[in-house]
């Protein structure tokens, strides 16, 4: 009859509570983990290890196929154009101002005829003029004079102008623009356009004064400006 040979066994909790030390190469085993220790002569059960017995490592398995790139979905439909707005009514054109009534023509005697060798220069027949209101313009940084509206204009100096324009004027006439400085600050500036000469090589620099009125007179010859200044009216 063959030997039966038997390891020591109980369960986990048995070993615990009781915390042999195994003798050296003695097994102890688990019969509720399946874990097992050696002992070594020394350590008590709770300070053994556990002894693994590893088994070999099985082969990596195959990689599987990539999945299916899902269907993308369809373009959104795109929104309506907004509808445009109605086009805005045209203001009425404003009533054209009176005709001016011509004056008187003059009664002089003829003078006396020239010899025929004596060349009499063309001019304009007619010296009558019509007086014009001035024009009232508050002064802005960007400012405008149009000569087709007169040739007169009180420019209010509110502010200086670092832009000014001079436009449409005529061939021959005379201009005057007299400024005004504010009531509260004064010491308002111009500066003039290219195109002016001036008496003395330089534009005049306004009366500085709260309130100070000067004059500045034009005659344009078809190209440019000749102009001359009287400053500090009271």
Do not use: C
């Amino acid at each position: 009859m063959s030997d039966i040979i038997q390891i020591r066994r109980d369960t986990l909790a048995l070993w615990m509570s009781v915390n042999p030390t195994l003798a050296s190469g003695e097994i102890g085993y688990e019969s509720d983990t399946a874990n097992f220790k050696v002992g070594d002569g020394i350590l008590d059960w709770n300070s053994l290890p556990y002894m693994a017995v590893l088994g070999a490592q099985g082969a990596t398995g195959l990689q599987g196929m990539p999945g299916y790139q899902g269907i993308q979905g369809e373009t959104g439909i795109q929104g309506q154009t907004g509808v445009q707005g109605q086009t805005g009514v045209q203001g009425f054109t404003g009533i054209q101002g009176i005709t001016g009534i011509q004056g008187l023509t003059g009664l002089g005697t003829q003078g006396v005829t020239g010899p025929s060798n004596f060349n009499v220069p063309t001019t304009d027949a007619s010296f009558n003029r019509v007086s014009q209101p001035f024009q009232v313009i508050s002064a802005l940084s960007s400012t405008t004079i149009d000569w087709a509206n007169g040739n007169q204009v009180n420019l209010a100096m509110d502010n200086s102008i670092t832009t000014l324009t001079l436009s449409n004027p005529r061939d021959g006439e005379h201009y005057l623009v007299k400024t005004t400085q504010d009531a509260s600050v004064g010491g308002k500036t111009i500066a003039w356009p290219v195109g002016i000469l001036w008496k003395g090589g330089s534009p005049p620099v306004l009366t500085a004064s709260i309130g100070a009125k000067d004059a500045i007179t034009l005659v344009y010859d078809g190209t440019e400006y000749i102009a001359d200044a009287s400053l500090d009216f009271f």
